[in-house]
Nanobody, 120 residues
Framework: QVHLVESGGGLVQAGSSLRLSCAAS????????MGWYRQAPGKQRDLVAI???????NYADSVKGRFTISTDNAKNTVHLQMNSLKPEDTAVYYC??????????????WGQGTQVTVSS
């Protein structure tokens, strides 16, 4: 029922910018948080940035000052503005949504991922 669709990935040069978007559909509860994770080849999936329903944000140390996460609640969309991209940012980026239903139940949803490749 719930689908998260990422977009905005691509191949860019180091120092360039990309803006990822994730549109959520079928969400019936409230959004506790939305976030972005990434997984590089041969690596584990790591947190990049999260934003709560109240607007609180948190970032991985490696992206602080370069990436900005934001939401568009009216459209159930989360964005990740990525500036000053580095080759180390190359990964598949996954959208994540924590949905709260009936005020107590939390359900985690994942998007299919979008590839970001940064060339040096």
């Amino acid at each position: 029922q719930v689908h998260l669709v990422e977009s905005g990935g691509g191949l860019v040069q180091a120092g360039s910018s990309l803006r990822l978007s994730c549109a959520a559909s079928g969400v019936v509860g409230s959004m506790d948080a939305m976030g972005w994770y990434r997984q590089a080849p041969g690596k584990q999936r790591d947190l990049v940035a999260i934003i709560t329903g109240g607007g609180t944000t948190n970032y991985a140390d490696s992206v602080k000052g370069r990436f900005t996460i934001s939401t568009d609640n009216a459209k159930n969309t989360v964005h990740l503005q990525m500036n000053s991209l580095k080759p180390e940012d190359t990964a598949v980026y996954y959208c994540n949504l924590k949905e709260r239903r009936n005020g107590i139940w939390s359900i985690i949803h994942w998007g299919q991922g979008t590839q970001v490749t940064v060339s040096s």
